[in-house]
């Protein structure tokens, strides 16, 4: 299957600084990546839809100014999440799909704690 | 709204089967999917169903009845590494996946 590979795999920072995590697609051009947040014994919940060369759809109670996502090309998508506090803290995870109807690929996903 | 079921938790005993339902009410339906994730980790592919029936994939089985919004995962053989947690996912009618909660599956000896 399609590759998906996301980076840091974890990272601990203070309150208050900002954090980038990656999302790339190794062997195919992703035109749209989707961003999830995790909290433990929780299911994924779709924090926003990036879209390569435009602006990313946020779910409704996300913060757009809080989560940048930048999707710069077609294997890479960026979320930044600015001003960390430790109510951030969570597994966040990227997908992407080949096309509209097929299963999503998922990268390794991002365990953020904010002290 | 749109929603999904599935049971919070199981318990099966390892080299037994085991039966996950999950039932939906979304606008639109463009397929079902399965995946596994063990904790800490991102979830995994498992199967995709769109027509009802049954697809079969090794010790894996997965079910659709579209005129019932129901579906089903069926592990056999049961092996201590299936201990994980397996959502379901509804593709609707924007193509948008929909997500359950996700079943936690305890494997016993």
């Known amino acids: 299957g399609a590759v998906v590979s996301q980076h840091p795999s974890w990272v601990i920072c203070k309150s208050g600084t900002s954090v980038k995590i990656e999302c790339r697609s190794l062997?195919?051009?992703?035109?749209?990546m989707f961003w999830y947040r995790q909290f433990p014994k929780q299911s994924l919940m779709l924090m926003a839809t990036?879209?390569?060369?435009?602006?990313?759809?946020?779910e409704q109670g996300v913060e757009k100014d809080k989560f940048l996502i930048n999707h710069a090309s077609l294997t890479l998508s960026t979320l930044t999440v600015t001003s960390a506090h430790p109510e951030d803290s969570s597994f966040y995870i990227c997908?992407?799909?080949?096309?509209?109807?097929?299963?999503?690929?998922f990268g390794q996903g991002t365990r953020l704690t904010v002290v | 709204g749109q929603n999904i079921d599935q049971p919070t938790e199981m318990t099966a005993t390892e080299g037994a089967i085991v039966q996950i339902n999950c039932t939906y009410q979304?606008?639109?339906?463009?397929?079902l999917f399965w995946y596994q994730q063990h904790a800490g980790e991102a979830p995994t592919f498992l199967s995709y169903?769109?027509l009802d029936g049954l697809e079969e994939k090794g010790r894996f089985s997965s079910f659709l009845s579209r005129s019932k919004g129901y579906s089903y995962l069926l592990l056999k053989e049961l092996q201590m590494k299936d201990s994980a947690s397996y959502l379901c996912?509804?593709?609707?009618?924007?193509?948008?996946?929909?997500w359950g909660a996700g079943t936690k599956l305890i494997i016993k000896p």
């Open positions: 997908s992407a799909r080949l096309r509209e109807n097929t299963e999503a690929f």
């Open positions: 062997d195919f051009q992703a035109t749209t």
């Open positions: 990036s879209n390569e060369g435009s602006k990313a759809t946020y």
């Open positions: 979304t606008s639109g339906f463009n397929g």
């Open positions: 169903n769109v």
């Open positions: 996912a509804v593709s609707d009618s924007n193509y948008q996946l929909i």
